[in-house]
């Protein structure tokens, strides 16, 4: 009986063996309709995070530059007067067409934020001070404008396009930069995550200041627009940078070598001066390395007597 409990019944043979076929395919199935849905939702998540807005902070921004000037209602216009709040310093000119696209979305987000935000207008190259205010007056300017001393400008690295905009923490620390006209919804989604509001989906990514933001840091850089640096060792390129660092361009930028590349990538005499220390890099190690004396075979050499060996 015993034997027989381990022996399939005939009857039941084909049965059970269906059974098992049935439950292998099942399995095997439901195995590769598991894959397939996996796959399908790491590529999708791969996808939407190539297609996810991504904003950038400096990660150890600098201080901004403070100034004092008189606004057009004659109010003092500083950055000590915003403490606490995210700050959007503005320089723009009535005369720059996307300073004047740009402006209508810049009183939008200061009504919005207006407790929160402060943007401050600093005009460059315009000085008719009536002409200005029958500007801000047209577009209903909400927020303090004032002229922008080349010293400032110069603080601020410049200022090389309009409009550009710096945009500071509440801490008074300069988190980024932005040359030209950009989406305002850029500007909203750094003003609220700055301000600890929700960004739905948009990611947040800090960045190292290698000139990008301040000129002074340049000397950070290890590449540079326009510079092909891909021909020199890391040796080379070591020393080519700090030369691109110590060398002032002299096309009246008062600027170094590296300073100038980022500030004006079309500056043909920085680009020149650059071009010229990396073939000296180059060519200091392209000469051919003089042979070494050949050593004889035959049997009666010996070391030379004056020549020990020690």
């Known amino acids: 009986m015993f034997v ?4 399939s019944h005939p009857l039941c043979s084909p049965i059970g063996d269906a059974m098992k076929l049935t439950f292998h395919r099942g399995a095997l199935l439901r195995c590769i309709v598991t894959s397939l849905l996996l796959c399908f939702f790491l590529l999708l998540a791969a996808a939407q995070q190539e297609d996810q807005p991504i904003i950038r902070f400096v990660r150890n921004p600098d201080p901004a530059p403070d100034f004092q000037l008189a606004g057009l209602d004659g109010k003092p216009v500083t950055l000590a007067g915003s403490k606490g709040k ?16 740009e402006i209508p979305d810049l009183v939008e987000l200061q009504k919005k934020y207006k407790d929160r935000l402060q943007i401050l207008g600093l005009v460059v ?19 303090p404008v004032a002229l922008a001393t080349n010293d400032i400008r110069i603080q601020y690295g410049g200022i090389p396009a309009l409009p550009t905009s710096f945009v500071l923490d509440s801490e008074g620390r300069v988190v980024q930069k932005h040359e030209g006209l950009r989406d305002p919804v850029l500007y909203e989604a750094e003003i609220r995550s700055l301000l600890g509001l929700p960004i739905g989906n948009v990611r947040v990514e800090t960045f190292e200041d290698v000139g990008e933001v301040f000129l002074k840091h340049a000397d950070r850089a290890t590449e540079l627009p326009g510079v092909d640096l891909s021909k020199l ?3 080379q390129k070591t020393v080519a940078l700090h ?7 002299t096309c009246g930028c008062g600027y170094t070598l590296a300073q100038c590349r980022i500030y004006d990538r ?4 920085s680009k020149a001066a650059t071009e010229k220390i990396i073939a000296a890099a180059v060519g200091s190690h392209a000469a051919p390395t003089p ?20």
């Open 4 to 7: 027989q409990l381990g022996i």
């Open 233 to 235: 060792t890391p040796e």
């Open 125 to 143: 190259d315009d000085e008719d001070l009536d002409a200005i205010k029958k500007f801000a007056a047209r577009f209903g300017i909400n927020y």
């Open 86 to 101: 995210v700050v959007l310093v503005n320089f723009w000119a009535t005369w720059c067409g996307p300073c004047r696209a």
């Open 266 to 269: 079309d500056c043909k005499t």
């Open 291 to 310: 042979a070494a004396p050949s050593q004889s075979t035959s049997p009666v050499a010996s070391p030379s007597p004056e020549k020990p060996h020690e």
């Open 243 to 249: 030369k691109f660092n110590a060398e002032s361009c």
